[in-house]
T-cell receptor
Framework: EPEVTQTPSHQVTQMGQEVILRCVPISNHLYFYWYRQILGQKVEFLVSFYNNEISEKSEIFDDQFSVERPDGSNFTLKIRSTKLEDSAMYFC???????????FGPGTRLTVL | AQSVTQPDIHITVSEGASLELRCNYSYGATPYLFWYVQSPGQGLQLLLKYFSGDTLVQGIKGFEAEFKRSQSSFNLRKPSVHWSDAAEYFCAVGATGTASKLTFGTGTRLQVTL
């Protein structure tokens, strides 16, 4: 069964550094998402991406964040200058069509020191 | 704006007992509803979903959920819980837009005693 994959599984970085989190969505999917989950809290929407542009973004997704689909398979989330409060689990998700299930990857745990 | 409420933060049940996890949603139109399960340190696995049609939906691992429009609820049930069901359960609502996000509840942590 096709899966969403994410790398790395765990990233440790220093405050102020740039990080790029990588996702490979399911191959024929068209809609892509990033969510995050701060430890012990609920999963929060960050951004949705369709047809090579951002469809919707949350208040969390400020100028420090960006997303890109650099080729036909990868979907990346970049945080330009990480803060302590960016420490969280980041989930990528994808789906084929608007009325469909979002399939989640296993997540990348980001730790900002 | 859509929202989800899971009133129970933590539930403990004995193995073999029945389970019901509550979920209430707020959304102006007919929502798309989901239950996901998350084991410690793991990602989110879809248990079941409701888009339309039969209001009682069956999922994986013996779970089912019933959509009740009049109560704005989508409660998750299982007739007999197994120790391996111990995990965090999230209810989520999706809007009907083209690239609509999911809005999650705060989750219910299920503990199963032997």
């Amino acid at each position: 069964e096709p899966e969403v994959t994410q790398t790395p599984s765990h990233q440790v970085t220093q405050m102020g550094q740039e990080v790029i989190l990588r996702c490979v969505p399911i191959s024929n999917h068209l809609y892509f998402y990033w969510y995050r989950q701060i430890l012990g809290q609920k999963v929060e929407f960050l951004v949705s991406f369709y047809n090579n542009e951002i469809s919707e973004k949350s208040e969390i997704f400020d100028d420090q964040f960006s997303v890109e689909r650099p080729d036909g398979s990868n979907f990346t989330l970049k945080i330009r200058s990480t803060k302590l409060e960016d420490s969280a689990m980041y989930f990528c998700a994808s789906r084929l069509r608007p009325v469909d299930t979002q399939y989640f990857g296993p997540g990348t745990r980001l730790t900002v020191l | 704006a859509q929202s989800v409420t899971q009133p129970d933060i933590h539930i403990t049940v004995s193995e073999g007992a029945s389970l019901e996890l509550r979920c209430n949603y707020s959304y102006g139109a007919t929502p798309y509803l989901f239950w996901y399960v998350q084991s410690p340190g793991q990602g989110l696995q879809l248990l079941l979903k409701y888009f339309s049609g039969d209001t009682l939906v069956q999922g994986i691992k013996g779970f089912e959920a019933e959509f009740k429009r009049s109560q704005s609820s989508f409660n998750l049930r299982k007739p007999s819980v197994h120790w391996s069901d111990a995990a965090e359960y999230f209810c989520a609502v999706g809007a009907t837009g083209t690239a609509s996000k999911l809005t999650f509840g705060t989750g219910t942590r299920l503990q199963v005693t032997l």
